[in-house]
């Protein structure tokens, strides 16, 4: 019998020791109704963060946080059910070709998504740009759009009721200093995911300079951490690792990804977001079961006319304009040589101080505030070419944009080694 108390659960984690199934159980459903409390938890996910958890900590404590919710079920759906989820990267609209291109293959993608913090963008924020679209659907309603052949996704704000102690203990780790944990973030990503009913699950592990994990070896193990929780609670995942050196596409900032977004579906695009969607929509369908070739699908046109019928079914108009930001300037070139370099933590940061992003949560954000990229690395440019165009409501923040921006790129003389973008697969 181990016991069960705030303190004596704190120290055997501080100690090194191993938490019993009863002990997490425990303390996860203490601090959901409040009787452990935030200091008690942010103890313990500090030890937490010193001394890790072994598989069946992991295992259980994600299970105790779908249990402190409701866990959706959508075994009824006459189409199967696959979602994706991305641990999040400068640039990565991904969500927004890859759900009405997978539905357009015939599969149900239920994908209840978060909004974005620090310099990586929210989908909600993105899709939130759009003239009358809202992320609030109901559980009814979400059931339609998912069963309707014409839509079959949908992108949603998660309830309080998915995973609720999630939510106190991310807000928490926020604060704290204890997000980077392997067996947090893990737990975190998959009780959500687990919560929302999906049978299976594709991961877009991101790995470099503007991720959470820098490097392959801790992006390898976040993912068979979160593909083994996902075939522990019978959901069956498949992880890609994916590069996260340089922001995904030519844009970064709401609005502006929504629009090349569109460019995607309608057959253009930047051509890493295309081979990202293309291969993350492989996976989906493969293992949703289905025989579909997605870019025979994309290339057909029917992932924009899915497109086009998420955005109605949640308020949207898929026509109107997107926004703009008020102001816009450009940052050219200082000498002629190739692009070897661009950061995308540098380039997220800069998008997050024009307004695309907030510091905390609840802040506004600006829909039409970012940068485009007119070049990337590996491209050729003269002395007085345009690099970047900011755009912002705020333009007092462009100095502090304009500095993040050339400190995240370097001009030289040769053409750097263009690594793969799809580093590893695990599953
Ligand atoms: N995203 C999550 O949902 N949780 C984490 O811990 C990190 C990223």
Known sequence: MTALDAVSIITTKRDGGSLSGEQIDWVIDGFTR????DEQMSALAMAIFWRGMTRAETARWTAAMIASGQRMDFTDLPRPTVDKHSTGGVGDKITLPLAPLVAACGAA????????????GGTLDKLESIPGWRADVSPARLREILADPAVGAAVCAAGADLAPADKR??????????????????????????????????????????????DPASATELATTMVELGADAGVR??????????????TAGNALEVAESVEVLAGGGPADVVELTLALAAEMVALAGLDADPAQVLASGR????????????????????????????LRAERDGVLTRMDALGVGLA?????????????????????????????????????????????????????????????????????????DRIG
């Open 237 to 250: 995942t498949v992880a890609l690792l994916t590069a996260m050196d340089t922001p995904l596409g030519r």
């Open 169 to 214: 203990l991310y807000a928490l780790r926020d604060v704290t200093g204890t997000v980077e944990s392997i067996p947090l973030i893990a737990s975190s990503i998959m009780s959500k995911k687990i919560a929302e009913g999906t049978a299976a699950l594709v991961l877009d592990v991101k790995v470099g300079a503007g991720a959470f994990m820098k």
């Open 109 to 120: 993608v239920p994908q209840l998504s978060g909004r974005g913090l620090g310099h990586t």
């Open 303 to 330: 992932a924009m006319d899915h497109w086009r019928s998420m955005v109605r079914a949640q308020g949207g108009d898929p026509d109107a304009p997107l926004p703009r930001a008020a102001h816009t300037e450009t």
């Open 351 to 423: 998008v997050w101080r024009l307004g695309a992003g907030r510091a905390k949560q609840g802040d506004p954000v600006q829909f039409g505030a970012g940068v485009e990229m007119h070049a990337k690395p590996g491209e050729v440019v003269r002395a007085g070419d345009p690099l970047f165009t900011m755009h912002t409501d705020t333009p007092r923040m462009f100095p502090a944009a304009t500095s993040a921006l050339r400190e995240a790129i370097d001009i030289g003389e040769r053409v750097p080694d263009a690594g793969p973008l799809v580093l």
């Open 34 to 37: 409040g009787e452990v409390t």
